[in-house]
Nanobody, 120 residues
C-alpha cells in the first residue's frame, strides 16, 4: 500500500507564508509526476502546481510568482512553498502522486488534505 501524508497547513494572515510537505511511503517502485491541488468550500478541486520527476513545473495562473513547488526524489517528498498568501488561497490542499508499484501496477494517489486558512 501507498500513503501520502501531508503537513504544514494552518492559519496565516494575508501576506504571510506557509510551506506544505507531502511524503509518500510504501512499496514504491517509482514516482512520476507529483502535485498539489486545492478545494475551497463550495468549489471544485483545482490544480495548484505539478512537478515531474525531472523537475519540470506547472502552475495555475492564480499562484504564479507566489508559490513554488519542489521535490526531493530521495525522500519521495513534494513541497509547496507559498508566499504572499491571499484570503482566496483558503482551501484544503491535497497532495497527488502518480506512482508505479511494480511493472504492472501504476496508479494515482491522494493525500488526506491539509487545511490552509488565510485571514484578511
Amino acid at each position: 500500500q501507498v500513503q501520502l501524508v501531508e503537513s504544514g497547513g494552518g492559519l496565516v494572515q494575508a501576506g504571510g507564508s506557509l510551506r506544505l510537505s507531502c511524503a509518500a511511503s510504501g512499496s514504491i517502485f517509482a514516482i512520476y509526476a507529483m502535485g498539489w491541488y486545492r478545494q475551497a468550500p463550495g468549489k471544485q478541486r483545482e490544480l495548484v502546481a505539478t512537478i515531474t520527476s525531472g523537475g519540470t513545473t506547472n502552475y495555475a495562473d492564480s499562484v504564479k510568482g507566489r508559490f513554488t513547488i519542489s521535490r526531493d526524489n530521495a525522500k519521495n517528498t513534494v513541497y509547496l512553498q507559498m508566499h504572499s498568501l491571499k484570503p482566496e488561497d483558503t482551501a484544503v490542499y491535497y497532495c497527488n502522486a502518480d506512482i508505479r508499484l511494480s511493472a504492472r501496477e501504476r496508479s494515482d494517489y491522494w493525500g488526506q488534505g491539509t487545511q490552509v486558512t488565510v485571514s484578511s
